[in-house]
């Protein structure tokens, strides 16, 4: 996002292509709280996100190092992942999913997905 560009400047992209609702619903998405975020040594734009999904901890990696002036400001807040993808190595390091948050795509400030209240660790979406 550049300096001048705001929330309010963003241009809606087009809806992308009709998918079934099988295909979303094979999506494992699920609440989880940020413990720890730290740094990917290896990286300039990964952090690691330690996430607590009520019965299992997972590692998840980033590219929020760059979009964030401060992105250990998300550890204790809870927010939405996608769990059900092959784990992948970036930068020596193994994610287990993907932090599923707003803006990249349309390079605004980003910003989690999250509940509008507190709810258990592990609460799947849809």
């Given at each position: 996002m550049t300096e001048a560009q705001s929330e309010n400047e963003m241009i809606p992209a087009a809806i992308k292509p009709l998918v079934s609702i099988d295909d979303v619903t094979r999506l494992d998405?699920?609440?989880g709280t940020i413990v720890a975020v730290d740094e990917v040594a290896?990286?300039?734009k990964l952090m690691k996100l330690?996430?607590?999904?009520?019965?299992h901890q997972r590692s998840i990696l980033s590219g929020i190092r760059q979009e964030r002036e401060?992105?250990?400001e998300i550890e204790g807040k809870q927010a939405l992942f996608v769990l059900n993808l092959p784990d992948r190595k970036m930068a020596g390091e193994v994610s287990q999913g993907m932090l599923f948050d707003l803006g990249f795509e349309d390079r605004i400030k980003p910003a989690l997905c999250q509940p509008e209240r507190p709810?258990?660790?592990?609460t799947r979406a849809g």
């Open positions: 998405i699920r609440v290896d990286s300039r330690t996430v607590d999904f009520g019965d401060d992105p250990t709810v258990p660790n592990g």
